[in-house]
């Protein structure tokens, strides 16, 4: 045993920190990976309703969104109570849609622009109508891919 | 200049101690604004513009299963009301038809599911029903697949998923909505 008892070990090993630094940039790199900034702010109150039949959109690029629902309380007193259509990060009107769709369009590939996605976010409280007017001006302006965004249910 | 002897130059380390509270900062940062990707939803191909009207007169009515829901989120399916909760049922069985009845579907790549509703339908409601009206289907799929394969459909591969698509179409077509009750 006298063996191990020298005096040098009396100064404490310590456990090394410097992989600390590694450790945390590798978090950091993951969420900085998995962030997507909110690139528009939202003009209109939207709370999605719930389903179950539910399918992921997994390429961020190949989506355009529109969000449908009434005006947040900063603007209500421009754009009125009434549902409306936000393209992007403002206040549009159908005829707005098929320019926003081809814009969206010319950022990408060829190859890519059959598989693009129109990711509908609306609230749950709007009627119909507005919905389906929607629906008529994709269908004119040949997107026909659209995903109902809905949150999971609840259990 | 010449002080620097051979002891001092041991010491001249750049501290790396604060390199984690830095990388913490970001990291911090990063996790306040994330919002994990989480887009999901229910996933519909509309069918294509035209301006000729569809003809549905070739359509034999044992094989259409007409849905409407009117302006006050009322269902009423083939002429009858029927709960949310029964349409999911009520659809496997007028697909499958396992029992050989005279009105529902002839063979599953004969239905035809007829989605209509109101302008002045709650958007919560006709998510709901078009989500029923789906996951019947995907239920049917996911038996069929069971009964062939011993596994679900969505771990099939390709083909064994076209192969149960053929058999069992998703079809939901959806009418010009009736106007009756809009207001907002």
């Given at each position: 045993m006298a063996k191990f008892n020298k005096k040098r070990s009396k100064a404490e090993p310590e456990v090394s920190t410097a992989s600390l630094p590694d450790i945390i940039f590798m978090l950091l790199f993951f969420f900085m990976v998995v962030t997507v900034l909110r690139d528009s702010e939202r003009k209109v109150d939207v709370v999605t309703p719930n389903a179950s039949e539910l399918t992921k959109l997994v390429k961020k690029s190949l989506v355009n969104y529109v969000y449908i629902g009434r005006p947040k309380d900063a603007y209500k007193t421009t754009y009125g109570t009434k549902p409306r259509i936000q393209l992007g990060d403002k206040i549009a009107d159908l005829s707005d849609i098929p320019l926003f769709l081809e814009k969206h369009k010319a950022k990408l590939a060829e190859n890519e622009k059959e598989q693009i996605t129109s990711s509908l976010r609306i609230d749950g409280s709007v009627t119909m109508g507005i919905v389906s007017d929607v629906k008529l001006a994709l269908r004119k302006a040949n997107q026909l891919k659209i995903n109902y965004s809905a949150k999971p249910p609840v259990k | 200049?010449?002080?620097?002897?051979?002891?001092?130059?041991?010491?001249?380390?750049?501290?790396?101690?604060?390199?984690?509270?830095?990388?913490?900062?970001?990291?911090?940062?990063?996790?306040?604004?994330?919002?994990?990707?989480?887009?999901?939803?229910?996933?519909?191909?509309?069918?294509?513009?035209?301006?000729?009207?569809?003809?549905?007169?070739?359509?034999?009515?044992?094989?259409?299963?007409?849905?409407?829901?009117?302006?006050?989120?009322?269902?009423?399916?083939?002429?009858?009301?029927?709960?949310?909760?029964?349409?999911?049922?009520?659809?496997?069985?007028?697909?499958?038809?396992?029992?050989?009845?005279?009105?529902?579907?002839?063979?599953?790549?004969?239905?035809?599911?007829?989605?209509?509703?109101?302008?002045?339908?709650?958007?919560?409601?006709?998510?709901?029903?078009?989500?029923?009206?789906?996951?019947?289907?995907?239920?049917?799929?996911?038996?069929?697949?069971?009964?062939?394969?011993?596994?679900?459909?969505?771990?099939?591969?390709s083909d064994q998923r076209k192969a149960i698509r053929a058999k069992i179409p998703l079809v939901i077509s959806e009418a010009e909505p009736t106007n009756f009750g809009e207001e907002n």
């Open positions: - | 200049m010449g002080k620097t002897n051979s002891r001092d130059r041991i010491k001249n380390e750049i501290n790396a101690g604060s390199m984690a509270d830095i990388a913490f900062l970001l990291l911090i940062f990063f996790l306040v604004t994330t919002t994990i990707a989480e887009d999901r939803g229910v996933l519909v191909k509309l069918p294509p513009w035209s301006n000729e009207p569809p003809d549905t007169q070739k359509m034999n009515t044992r094989n259409v299963y007409s849905v409407l829901v009117n302006a006050d989120n009322q269902l009423l399916v083939r002429g009858e009301p029927v709960d949310i909760e029964d349409l999911r049922e009520n659809t496997k069985v007028f697909i499958m038809n396992p029992q050989r009845l005279d009105n529902m579907a002839e063979k599953p790549t004969k239905a035809i599911i007829s989605l209509k509703n109101d302008r002045g339908t709650e958007y919560t409601t006709y998510l709901q029903v078009y989500n029923e009206l789906k996951a019947a289907y995907n239920e049917l799929r996911d038996e069929e697949a069971e009964k062939t394969h011993g596994i679900k459909f969505e771990f099939l591969d």
